[in-house]
């Protein structure tokens, strides 16, 4: 999330520019939460998920990156279609999708290491917001059904 800074930004100015509001951050660990636990059937440690809410507050965590690696080994694989299907295979309704994959786009959107993942996770929701916005532009009620 891209927030606009002031002049001479401090490193606050910084981390609040690059960070999610506090309801978002927490939205986004449950749901990161959730299909770690329930759809690739991993237990995320409490350092995992203090690294996570560090990236979604803004703060660099070069040194924390060790934590996304052993993790979240199916956000450092060059091909993410294997974790996508799988989130795909649990929640198949585009809408359900495309909520569910954003939080993991909006981390490696922060994280510089990632920079080939990034790109293809974000085409893919990008996709499925697409999906989801012609499936609901189908579903538009006409004058006949509106009573």
């Known amino acids: 999330m891209e927030n606009t800074l002031p002049p001479n930004p401090t490193e606050t100015d910084k981390v609040t520019a690059c960070g999610y509001p506090a309801n978002a951050r927490g939205t986004m660990i449950k749901k990161i939460n959730t299909v770690m636990t329930k759809v690739l059937l991993l237990t995320p440690s409490k350092d995992i998920l203090r690294v996570i809410k560090s990236i979604l507050t803004g703060y660099e965590v070069q040194g924390d990156l060790k934590y996304i690696r052993k993790e979240m080994p199916f956000l450092n694989d060059s091909n993410p279609i294997a974790f996508e299907n799988k989130v795909q295979n649990y929640y198949p309704k585009a809408t359900s999708f495309n909520t569910m994959i954003i939080p993991f786009v909006n981390i490696l959107a922060q994280l510089e290491s990632h920079n080939k993942e990034y790109p293809q996770l974000t085409?893919?929701?990008?996709?499925?917001?697409?999906?989801?916005?012609?499936?609901?532009?189908?579903?538009?009620?006409?004058?006949?059904?509106?009573?």
Not at 124 to 142: C, F, L, M, P, Q
């Open 123 to 147: 085409v893919i929701a990008k996709g499925a917001a697409k999906e989801y916005s012609d499936e609901r532009d189908e579903n538009a009620v006409n004058e006949e059904d509106a009573g």
